[in-house]
């Protein structure tokens, strides 16, 4: 972490305030996944480029959320089985700014993720009645029918192109846990590049491309499920499972 640090220093801040314009709640985006070795020589790449996010002379912020799911593990399988139009439905604290979020995302036919959220108390069991209200007007689900699945907390440091261009987070030492156990990734960088157009102007591609780091899916929500309940369908996520236990747990 000090030495994340030292190099975020280099980075000029930028506010909460001003980022509102790259929000991006309706947008395309591209995941990245790689060891915590190479997130240096990134840094040291964009730091003439890009912004920081930057919160009480904080950089890196630290995040906890609650995902729900149905009984049959619909959100899960649905993203398992490669289908398009699936929700993730969470509840996401924001602990540098101490705002708490129930968050809804719906990834389209057209690959787009478009998030909503309203305002809410961080409480990783029970929905409580403005979030069954919200839930019914954003998804196909009631509350009645959703539990919590999965619980993480990671420490992101969020990246904002000079002319806002577009935005990057960047999430580290990832860790989950539910009624199966808990596991921690404390060498994986899970990187998402988000614009509201075409990545394909994003200088952000070329400097990963530079450093051999090459696209890859990764959703947070199914790698902890996966990882953490072996009885899952996971078939479809093997290969990534496989790799993260031999080159990034190792």
Not at 145 to 172: P, V
Request: proline content about 2%.
């Amino acid at each position: 972490m000090k030495e994340l640090e030292t190099i975020l220093a280099k980075f000029n801040p930028v506010s909460l305030q001003e980022i509102d314009e790259v929000k991006l709640m309706n947008r395309i985006d591209r995941k990245y996944w790689f060891h915590v070795s190479v997130l240096e020589k990134l840094l040291e790449e964009v730091v003439h480029d890009y912004d920081v996010l930057e919160i009480d002379e904080n950089r890196l912020m630290k995040y906890q959320s609650a995902y729900f799911d149905t009984d049959d593990n619909y959100m899960y399988l649905k993203h398992h089985n490669k289908k398009l139009n699936r929700y993730k439905v969470r509840r996401r604290t924001y602990l540098s700014t101490n705002d708490d979020f129930f968050e809804v995302k719906f990834k389209t036919n057209k690959r787009r993720t478009i998030k909503q959220r309203i305002q809410t108390t961080y409480n990783s069991n029970e929905l409580v009645s403005t979030e069954n209200s919200f839930l019914d007007k954003a998804t196909p689900f009631n509350g009645q029918e959703l539990s919590n699945s999965l619980n993480n907390r990671f420490y992101r440091i969020t990246l904002i192109h000079k002319q806002k261009l577009d935005r990057c987070t960047i999430d580290i030492q990832p860790k989950f846990w539910n009624d199966k156990g808990e596991i921690q990734f404390k060498n994986l960088v899970i990187f998402e590049l988000k614009k509201g157009r075409s990545l394909k102007n994003s200088p952000m591609t070329d400097i990963l491309k530079k450093l051999k780091v090459r696209q890859r899916g990764l959703s947070k929500y199914c790698t902890g499920r996966a990882f953490l309940d072996p009885e899952l369908k996971r078939n479809a996520f093997k290969p990534r499972l496989r790799y993260i236990e031999r080159q990034i747990l190792n």
